[in-house]
């Protein structure tokens, strides 16, 4: 018997639910006893969970042998994409991304390092750059705050290392001397 929409909403506005319902995506053979573990919850919290899931339609119990898998049906499928997409999104993984293309850059700065400041222009440039990564990291540093990710937290210590690494190629006066250009 199908149950109200709200009652479908509040499942998915929990987190364990949610742990369950993206556990099943991830697993090539779910049962219960994994799930409970992924989402770390109880044993008769996961069989309600995936007994709700199943009345919803989006999931299905198929037995093999001895054992009974949990399967995602088509209509389940498109519920993980969405969860997936929004926890994701509640994770922090834009700025993980963000991060990336600026260690990438950081990469390129450094390479550019080692080729050598051959003259006034050439350190300017590389300075200018510097202070552009800089700038971004710190605003990529407060949006960070918002989320409870220990791999964001991981990722910004070791960038704000390298760049206090990359700070130390530049003289005090080089990088004073763009920063007195830039007002």
């Known amino acids: ?40 919850t109880t044993f008769a919290h996961t069989t309600n969970t995936l007994s709700e899931f199943e009345s919803y339609g989006l999931v299905e119990f198929v ?12 209509s389940g499928k498109e ?14 993984d834009g700025v993980l991304k963000a991060l990336d293309r600026i260690e990438k850059r950081l990469d390129t700065l450094e390479e550019a390092i080692k080729k050598g400041k051959d003259d006034e222009k050439a350190v300017r440039r590389l300075v200018k750059r510097f202070k552009s990564i800089g700038a971004q990291m710190g605003s990529l540093k ?6 409870s990710n220990d791999d964001l ?30 007002k």
Do not use: H, W
């Open 1 to 40: 018997m199908p149950k109200e929409a709200k009652d479908l909403k509040q499942l998915f506005l929990q987190k364990k639910p949610c742990l369950i319902l993206l556990a099943i995506s991830n697993i090539k053979k779910p049962y219960v006893s994994v799930l409970m573990k992924e989402a770390e």
């Open 63 to 74: 037995n093999e042998g001895r054992v009974k898998y949990v399967k995602l049906t088509r």
């Open 79 to 92: 519920v993980v994409r969405i969860v997936s997409s929004l926890y994701k999104l509640l994770n922090g």
């Open 142 to 147: 407060l949006e960070a705050l918002k989320y």
């Open 153 to 182: 937290d991981t990722v910004i210590r070791r960038m704000d290392e390298r760049i206090e690494y990359i700070a130390t190629k530049f003289t005090p006066e080089e990088l004073a001397e763009e920063a007195s250009e830039i």
